[in-house]
C-alpha cells in the first residue's frame, strides 16, 4: 500500500469543527473536554465515506485529533473517544489513511491498541465505547494499513497480547468474534507471520496459560482455526527449526514444543502436516528422554478419542508401534500404558497392538509385564468386545508370572472380568461364554506352591466366583451352577482347597483344646507344633511364626476371644454367626494409634480361612433343593448352561465333598429324605455319591432318625449284592460307620454272597468280590477265618488259576475299561479282595501272606498269563500285571507284610515301573508315588524310581523326577517339624534310599554284563536320576555322607546271594559308578561324614573287620568314557567289520515331543533285518498304546538260518518267551555259563530302550559264537531272568525250558 501524499486541510490549516463544537485545546476542563469529544465522535459516527465535502471539511480536525496532546493525554475517557475518533477517522477516509507519517501511523496504532485494554472490564460505564472502538477496527481492517511500515511487527504483537489478555468470561460471543475477525485479518492478508507474533498466539497453548486464562485458549483455538491454511506453514518452519535443527533459541516456547503439538493437534490436525514426519525422526533419537518425551505427546495424538492420525499416518504409526520394543524401560512403560487408551478409542487398533503386548507380556521389567495386565483388563472392564482372546490370553499366561505382583494383578483382573461378565451377565450371554476359561484357570491357580497364591484364590472364590455377600439361596445357586461347569482340575483344586480350610480349622480346633489342659512341658511343646502347622498356612512364614505366638499368647490371656474362636470353629457355626465373630475378635485385637497393624493383618489372613462364610446348614439345605429342582426338572439348568443329568451328577459330587468337611450341616429329615431318592436313580454315579455322603454324615441316624434308618437298611443291602462295584465299596463302608449292629448286618450280606460265587458266569462275580473283600478288610474277626477257605478254593484255585476264555489277539498292550474282558476284571478284583483281607488280619501267622506274595510274584513272572495257556489277550495281561505290582505295593504298607517280602519279590514289584504297557508305568508310578508322599510305604519302594531314567518317554521321566522331588520335599519338611522323627532317620532320611537303590540297580535283569559300556552307561543314569535330586543342596554335609554310605557297601556281601561271586561283583562295580557319579558332581563329598550311615540288614551282610575290599571295579578308559561318552569307531573300521543285528531287538528312538508315546504293542511284533545296508526300520511317530501297532518297514530283507524270527518275536524254536528286558548289549551271546544262585526267574518285560546306539544294537560275533549258533548249543539259563531266547537245537528237539514255582 502507498501512502497518499500529505493532505492540506481547507482554509489554510483552520481546524473546523462540527456544529455546536467549540475549539479543543489545552486551555479547556477535563470535563469540557470530554463533552465537546463526544460531540466529535457523534460527528464522524455518522459520516461515510462518501461524504466527499465533510471529509475535506473535517480533514483540519483528523489531524489534530492525532497530535501528540491528544495521544499522550492523561485522561482516559479523552483517550477512548480520541481513539473512536481515529478508528471512524480509518474508517471514512479508507482506503486512503489522512496520515503519511510512518511514525505517526505507529504511534496512533499504538495508541489506539493501547486504549483496547479497556474491553477488560465489561462493568465499565464506558465498556460500549470500547466495544464500539473493537468493532470498528474489525469491521474496517484498520490495521491492516500498517502492513506497510517497517516495524509493523511490533505494533501486531502489541495487538494480540492486549487482545490475549483483556479477553475474558464476561464477554459475549461478539467481543470473541471481532477479535477473531480482527487478529485473523493480519495473520491471512500479511506476508506471513513472524516467529515473534507466532509465539502471542501459541503461548495460549502452554497448559500454564491454558489454565490461567481458558478464554484466551479458546480465543486462540478459534483464531488458529480460521487462519490454518495461511498460518500452517509458520507453524510447521518453527517446529522444524527447534525438532529438526534443534535451535532452541529460536522462540521461548521450544522447551513446550511437545505440549504445543498436542493442543495443536486437538485444535485441528491439518496444522500438523508438515509437522508429523518430524515426530517419526524425533523417535528414531538417541536420547532415550527425547523418545520418551516424543512417545508421550504420539501416545496421547493416536489415543485421542476421535484421532484418524493412525490411519492417515501409517509409517508413524508403525513407527511408533516399534518403540514398543525400545531399550529404554520407560518408553516401553509409556507405550504400554498407552494401550490401555488405544484399546478403549479405537478398536479398530487392536490388531495391531495384539503382538507388541505379547512381546511385552513377556518382558524382563516387571513393572511392564504388570501394566500390560493393567491395559487389557481396563480395556475389558468397559467393554468386553474390546479386547480378542489372544490379550486376554496374555493376562492368563501372567497368572503364573515369576512375580507376586504380577500374578496378584493378572488374577484379580480375571475375577474382576468374571465378576462382571459371567456373574452378572453385564454384556449377554455371549460374553459370558467368551470368558467361561476364566473360572476354570483361577481355580487351577490353586496348584502352585505358593501359599499366597492359595490364600489370593480363595479370597477371589469368596468375594467374586461365589460372592458372600450375597443372600443364602443367591449364593448356593452360584456355587451349585458354577460347580457344575467347572473342568475336572477345577473340581480338585476347589475341593482341595475346602480341605485345606478344613484341616486349618482342625488344627486351631486342637490348639484351643491344648489351652483348656494344664501347663506343662510337653503340652506346650504339642503347643508349639501346632501353631508352626498354622504359620505354614498363612504368608510369610518367618514373621506368621511370630504372630502366631503372638496371637496364641493373646489367647491364653483372654478367655472371651477364645470362646469367639471356639464359635467360629464350631461345625455348627452358620455364615451370619462367623461374620459376627470375625468382626469382634478384630475389635479386640484392634489398636486405634497404630495406623497399620501387620499382626491385625495377619490374623485376618486365618480368620478368613477358617470362617465357613458359605457352607452352613441353611445352605446345605438350598443345595438339596436346587439338587431336587434338578431331580423334578423345574430348574434353571438349561438357561445356566448345563443339562438336567450333568447338574444332578455334579450336584450329588459338591455335597459329597461338602459332606466330608461339613457333616454336622447335613443332620436333617428333608436332606435325608432327598438323598434315598437319588440312591433310586438310574445314574450309577449319582447313587455312589449318595450312599457316600450317607457315610460320611450319618452318625446319628440309627438313634435320632429311624424312619430314614429303616428306609436306608434295605437300599444299602441291595446295593452291596447288586450294584456296581463302587456302590458296593461304598455300601459296605456305610453300613460299618452308621450302625450299632453292623456285624449282624454285614453277615446278612456276606453269607448270601459266598455261597452265589460262580467263575462261570464272572459279569456277575465282580461286585460280590468287592463287597466281600471290604467286609473282611472292615471285620477281620468275624469274616477272616470264613474267607480263608473261599480264598483258597475259589479265588486262587477256580478263578485265578483258571482261564476260561479266550481273549482278543488284536496285539494291543492296552484298551479301555469297556473292553476288558468280564473274566480278567473278576481276576484284579480277585487280587484286591487277597490283598484286602490280609489287610484286616494284619498278620501272618497262617502264612496266608507268604502263599499270597509267591502268587503275586507268579504273575509277574509270568507277565500276567498265570496259567500260561496263552489264552489271554496282551491288553488282559498289562492289567493283571499292574494289578499284582499294586497288591504287592498295598501289601508293603502294612509293616507285619512287609517283614516278609523277599528282597526278590521286591525286585519283581519294582520292574513294573519299567512295563512294555505305557498306561502300566503311567499308574503304576502315579500309585507309587501317592502312597510314599503320605509316609505309607518304607523308604526301599522310592528307588524304585530310579529305574524311571530308562523310560523312552520324556514326560514319563520328568514325572518321575516331579515325584522324587515332592516325596524328597515331604520326608525332609516331616523331619523338621517331628522331633521324634530323629529316631526313625533310617526310614525317613531321603539319603537312606541309596543302599536300596544300588541293590535294585545291581539285580537290574539288563544288567548282565558289568564291564560293558552300555549296561554301565545305564546303571550311571539311572543312579544319577536319583542322586542329582538328592544332591540339589549339601544339608549337613549330606554328599559325603553318600560317598561314606557306598563305601561301606562296598566292605558288605549281597545278603540276596551272599555266595555268588558273580552277584556280589555287581554289587561292587554299581558302588563304584555310584562314587564317581558323587565325586564328578561335588566336590564336598571327600569331607569328613557327619554320621556313620546304617545299612539295611535285609539287603547287605556286614562282613568281619578283617575284610576289606579296596578294589577299584572300574578301568580308567571306563571312567573316562562314563565321563565323556563312548568314542566313534573310525568310518574305515565299520566298513570292514559289517554290524550284526540283534536277533527280535527292536530299535525305538527317545522322543522329547509331547507325542513321546512311541507304539505299545508287542515289542517282538516285528523282524528286524541285520543284513539292510540302510536302516532296516524305520521309526513311525505314532502313539504308545495306539489303535494300530507300529509300521515297521523292512528294506532289502534276507532270511538268514539263524535269525527264524517269528511275527510274534518269538524264536521259531521256542514258545517261551523271554522275560524280563533285553540287555542292551548282545542279547543273542551264547557263551554266557555262569550260573545265579536259586532265585525266582525275573518278571516282566520292560519298555523299549529309548536311544540305543549302535553298539547296544549291532555286535561283531565271533566265528566261534556264529558256530556255536549255527550248531544250536543250548544256552544256560541265567536265574535272574527269564530264559532267553531259545536256538535252533531247541526246535528240533521240541525240548522248553519251563517255570517250577510253588504258588
Given at each position: 500500500m502507498e501512502f497518499p501524499q500529505q493532505q492540506k486541510p481547507a482554509g489554510d490549516g483552520k481546524i473546523t469543527y462540527p456544529p455546536g463544537v467549540k475549539e479543543i485545546t489545552d486551555k479547556i476542563s477535563n470535563d469540557e473536554m470530554v463533552k465537546r469529544l463526544k460531540m466529535v465522535v457523534k460527528t464522524y459516527m455518522d459520516m461515510d465515506q462518501d461524504s466527499e465535502e465533510e471529509k475535506q471539511q473535517y480533514l483540519a480536525l483528523a489531524l489534530h485529533l492525532a497530535s501528540e496532546f491528544f495521544l499522550r493525554n492523561p485522561n482516559k475517557d479523552v483517550r477512548l473517544l480520541v481513539a473512536c475518533c481515529l478508528a471512524d477517522i480509518f474508517r471514512i477516509y479508507a482506503p486512503e489513511a489522512p496520515y503519511t507519517s510512518h511514525d505517526k501511523l505507529k504511534d496512533i496504532f499504538l495508541f489506539i491498541t493501547r486504549q483496547l485494554k479497556g474491553l477488560e472490564d465489561t462493568k465499565s460505564p464506558q465498556f460500549n465505547r470500547y466495544f464500539y472502538l473493537l468493532e470498528n477496527l474489525a469491521w474496517v481492517k484498520s490495521y491492516n494499513i500498517c502492513f506497510e511500515l517497517e516495524d509493523c511487527n511490533e505494533i501486531f504483537i502489541q495487538l494480540f497480547k492486549t487482545l490475549f489478555s483483556v479477553i475474558n468470561n464476561s464477554h459475549n460471543q461478539k467481543v470473541q468474534m471481532h477479535m477473531i475477525d480482527l487478529m485473523s485479518s493480519i495473520i491471512m492478508e500479511g506476508d506471513g507471520v513472524t516467529q515473534e507474533l507466532l509465539d502471542t498466539i501459541l503461548i495460549?497453548?502452554?497448559?500454564?496459560?491454558?489454565?490461567?486464562?481458558?478464554?484466551?485458549?479458546?480465543?486462540?483455538?478459534?483464531?488458529?482455526?480460521?487462519?490454518?491454511?495461511t498460518i500452517e506453514t509458520c507453524i510447521a518452519n518453527f517446529f522444524n527449526q527447534v525438532l529438526v535443527m534443534g535451535k532452541s533459541s529460536v522462540s521461548d516456547l521450544s522447551e513446550h514444543v511437545f505440549d504445543l503439538i498436542q493442543e495443536l493437534f486437538t485444535i485441528d490436525p491439518m496444522l500438523l502436516t508438515s509437522v508429523m514426519p518430524q515426530l517419526e525422526f524425533k523417535l528414531k533419537s538417541n536420547d532415550g528422554e527425547e523418545r520418551l518425551a516424543v512417545v508421550r505427546l504420539l501416545a496421547k495424538l493416536f489415543g485421542a478419542k476421535d484421532s484418524e492420525l493412525a490411519s492417515q499416518n501409517r509409517p508413524l504409526w508403525q513407527c511408533f508401534l516399534g518403540r514398543f520394543n525400545d531399550i529404554h524401560v520407560p518408553v516401553r512403560l509409556e507405550c504400554v500404558k498407552f494401550a490401555s487408551h488405544c484399546l478403549m478409542n479405537h478398536p479398530d487398533l487392536a490388531k495391531d497392538l495384539t503382538e507388541y503386548l505379547k512381546v511385552r507380556s513377556h518382558d524382563p521389567e516387571e513393572a511392564i509385564r504388570h501394566d500390560v495386565i493393567v491395559t487389557i483388563i481396563n480395556a475389558g472392564k468397559k467393554d468386553l468386545n474390546l479386547v480378542n482372546d489372544q490379550l486376554l490370553g496374555f493376562v492368563r499366561e501372567r497368572t503364573l508370572d515369576k512375580r507376586w505382583r504380577v500374578r496378584k494383578e493378572a488374577m484379580m483382573g480375571l475375577a474382576q472380568l468374571f465378576k462382571k461378565y459371567c456373574l452378572h451377565y453385564e454384556a449377554g450371554k455371549e460374553s459370558a461364554q467368551k470368558i467361561s476359561w476364566i473360572k476354570d484357570k483361577l481355580l487351577h491357580i490353586y496348584y502352585q506352591n505358593s501359599i499366597d497364591d492359595k490364600l489370593l484364590v480363595e479370597k477371589i472364590f469368596a468375594q467374586y466366583m461365589v460372592p458372600h455377600s450375597l443372600d443364602t439361596e443367591e449364593k448356593m445357586k452360584c456355587l451349585y451352577y458354577l460347580y457344575a461347569c467347572l473342568d475336572t482340575n477345577a473340581v480338585k483344586a476347589l475341593n482341595e482347597m475346602w480341605k485345606c480350610q478344613n484341616m486349618l480349622r482342625?488344627?486351631?480346633?486342637?490348639?484351643?483344646?491344648?489351652?483348656?489342659?494344664?501347663v506343662s512341658e510337653a503340652n506346650n511343646t504339642a503347643m508349639f507344633g501346632k501353631l508352626m502347622s498354622i504359620a505354614k498356612n498363612l504368608p510369610d512364614a518367618g514373621k506368621a511364626q511370630d504372630f502366631m505366638k503372638r496371637f496364641n499368647q493373646v489367647l491364653g490371656e483372654d478367655e472371651k476371644l477364645r470362646v469367639q474362636l471356639e464359635m467360629l470353629i464350631?461345625?455348627?457355626?452358620?455364615c451370619k454367626q462367623a461374620e459376627i465373630c470375625v468382626r469382634e475378635i478384630t475389635r479386640k485385637l484392634t489398636f486405634p494409634k497404630q495406623p497399620t497393624n501387620p499382626f491385625l493383618e495377619m490374623v485376618k489372613f486365618l480368620l478368613e480361612r477358617i470362617a465357613p462364610v458359605h457352607i452352613d446348614s441353611e445352605a446345605i439345605s438350598a443345595l438339596v433343593k436346587l439338587l431336587n429342582k434338578s431331580i423334578e426338572g423345574t430348574a434353571d439348568d438349561d438357561e445356566e448352561g448345563?443339562?438336567?443329568?450333568?447338574?444332578?451328577?455334579?450336584?450329588?459330587?459338591?455335597?459329597?465333598?461338602?459332606?466330608?468337611?461339613?457333616?454336622?450341616?447335613?443332620?436333617?429329615?428333608?436332606?435325608?429324605?432327598?438323598?434315598?431318592?437319588?440312591?433310586?436313580?438310574?445314574?450309577?454315579k449319582v447313587a455312589e455319591a449318595a450312599i457316600q455322603i450317607f457315610r460320611n454324615t450319618g452318625q446319628k441316624i440309627e438313634t435320632e432318625l429311624q424312619q430314614i434308618r429303616s428306609t436306608l437298611i434295605p437300599v444299602l443291602h441291595q446295593k452291596a449284592k447288586r450294584g456296581t462295584p463302587h456302590q458296593a465299596k461304598q455300601a459296605v463302608h456305610c453300613i460299618h460307620a452308621i450302625f450299632n449292629n453292623k456285624e449282624v448286618q454285614l453277615a446278612q450280606i456276606f453269607e448270601p454272597l459266598s455261597r452265589s460265587l460262580n467263575a462261570d458266569v464272572p459279569e456277575q462275580l465282580i461286585t460280590p468280590l468287592v463287597s466281600l473283600g471290604h467286609?473282611?478288610?472292615?471285620?477281620p474277626d468275624q469274616f477272616a477265618s470264613p474267607m480263608k477257605s473261599i480264598v483258597a478254593n475259589f479265588i486262587v484255585k477256580d478263578l485265578l488259576m483258571n482261564d476260561r476264555s479266550v481273549g482278543n489277539k488284536n496285539g494291543k498292550l492296552w484298551t479301555t475299561d469297556e473292553e476288558v474282558s468280564p473274566e480278567v476284571l473278576a481276576k484284579v478284583q480277585a487280587i484286591k479282595l487277597l490283598v484286602r483281607w490280609l489287610l484286616g488280619m494284619k498278620n501272618n501267622q497262617s502264612k496266608s501272606a507268604n502263599s499270597t506274595l509267591r502268587l503275586l510274584s507268579a504273575m509277574l513272572v509270568s507277565e500276567g498269563d498265570l496259567t500260561e495257556q496263552k489264552k489271554i489277550s496282551k491288553s488282559d495281561m498289562s492289567r493283571l500285571r499292574l494289578a499284582a505290582g499294586?497288591?504287592?505295593?498295598?501289601?508293603?504298607?502294612?509293616?507285619?507284610?512287609?517283614?516278609?517280602?523277599?528282597?526278590?519279590?521286591?525286585q519283581l514289584c519294582g520292574l513294573v515301573i519299567n512295563d512294555e504297557c505305557y498306561q502300566v508305568r503311567q499308574i503304576y508310578a502315579q500309585k507309587l508315588h501317592l502312597a510314599l508322599a503320605k509316609l505309607m510305604l518304607p523308604l526301599e519302594y522310592l528307588a524304585v524310581f530310579a529305574l524311571c531314567a530308562k523310560d523312552p518317554v520324556k514326560e514319563r521321566r520328568a514325572h518321575a523326577r516331579q515325584c522324587l522331588l515332592?516325596?524328597?520335599?515331604?520326608?525332609?519338611?516331616?523331619?523338621?517339624?517331628?522331633?521324634?522323627?530323629?529316631e526313625k532317620l533310617v526310614s525317613l532320611l531321603p539319603e537312606y534310599v541309596v543302599p536300596y537303590m544300588i541293590h535294585l540297580l545291581a539285580h537290574d535283569p539288563d544288567f548282565t554284563k558289568p564291564h560293558e559300556y552300555e549296561q554301565l552307561k545305564d546303571i550311571k543314569e539311572c543312579l544319577w536320576f536319583m542322586l542329582e535330586v538328592l544332591m540339589t543342596k549339601n544339608e549337613n554335609n549330606s554328599h559325603a555322607f553318600l560317598r561314606k554310605m557306598v563305601e561301606n557297601i562296598k566292605q558288605t556281601k549281597d545278603a540276596q546271594c551272599p555266595e555268588d561271586a558273580k552277584a556280589n561283583e555287581k554289587l561292587y562295580i554299581v558302588c563304584d559308578v555310584a562314587l564317581f557319579v558323587i565325586a564328578n558332581k561335588s566336590t564336598a563329598c571327600h569331607l569328613d561324614s557327619p554320621k556313620d550311615p546304617i545299612l539295611p540288614s535285609k539287603f547287605f551282610i556286614v562282613q568281619d573287620k578283617d575284610f576289606k575290599n579296596d578294589k577299584e571295579y572300574l578301568s580308567t578308559e571306563m571312567r573316562q568314557m562314563l565321563l565323556t561318552g563312548k568314542p566313534k569307531p573310525a568310518p574305515v573300521l565299520g566298513a570292514v567289520n559289517k554290524p550284526l543285528t540283534v536277533p527280535g531287538r527292536r530299535i525305538f528312538t527317545k522322543t522329547t515331543t509331547g507325542s513321546d508315546t512311541a507304539s505299545n504293542t508287542s515289542t517282538n511284533s516285528s523282524t528286524i533285518n541285520k543284513?539292510?545296508?540302510?536302516?532296516?526300520?524305520?521309526?513311525?511317530?505314532?502313539?504308545?498304546?495306539?489303535e494300530n501297532p507300529l509300521n515297521q518297514h523292512e528294506v532289502g530283507k534276507k532270511e538268514e538260518p539263524s535269525q527264524n524270527v517269528s511275527p510274534d518275536g518269538d524264536s521259531a524254536a521256542s514258545p517261551v518267551k523271554r522275560r524280563g528286558r533285553q540287555a542292551k548289549s548282545a542279547a543273542a551271546a551264547p557263551a554266557e555259563k555262569e550260573v545265579a544262585p536259586a532265585a525266582a526267574s525275573r518278571g516282566r518285560k520292560r519298555a523299549a530302550d529309548p536311544n540305543p546306539s549302535v553298539d547296544s544294537i549291532n555286535i561283531k560275533m565271533s566265528k566261534q559264537q556264529q558256530q556255536q549258533n549255527d550248531e544250536g548249543t543250548k544256552r544256560q539259563i541265567d536265574l535272574q531272568r527269564w530264559p532267553r531266547v531259545s536256538v535252533e537245537k531247541d526246535k528240533e528237539s521240541g525240548s522248553l525250558e519251563r517255570r517250577q514255582g510253588e504258588l
Open positions: 495460549n497453548l502452554i497448559p500454564a496459560h491454558k489454565n490461567l486464562n481458558k478464554q484466551a485458549y479458546d480465543l486462540a483455538k478459534t483464531l488458529l482455526k480460521r487462519t490454518v491454511q482342625s488344627l486351631v480346633k486342637e490348639l484351643l483344646d491344648l489351652h483348656k489342659l494344664p464350631s461345625p455348627t457355626c452358620s448345563v443339562t438336567p443329568d450333568t447338574a444332578i451328577r455334579s450336584g450329588l459330587e459338591l455335597l459329597k465333598v461338602l459332606s466330608f468337611t461339613h457333616p454336622t450341616a447335613f443332620h436333617s429329615a428333608e436332606t435325608y429324605e432327598s438323598l434315598l431318592q437319588c440312591l433310586k436313580m438310574e445314574d450309577e467286609i473282611s478288610m472292615l471285620a499294586g497288591a504287592i505295593m498295598k501289601l508293603a504298607q502294612e509293616p507285619c507284610y512287609h517283614d516278609i517280602i523277599t528282597p526278590e519279590q521286591f515332592k516325596n524328597i520335599s515331604v520326608r525332609r519338611e516331616y523331619i523338621k517339624q517331628n522331633p521324634l522323627a530323629q543284513n539292510s545296508n540302510s536302516n532296516a526300520v524305520t521309526e513311525t511317530s505314532a502313539q504308545e498304546n495306539n
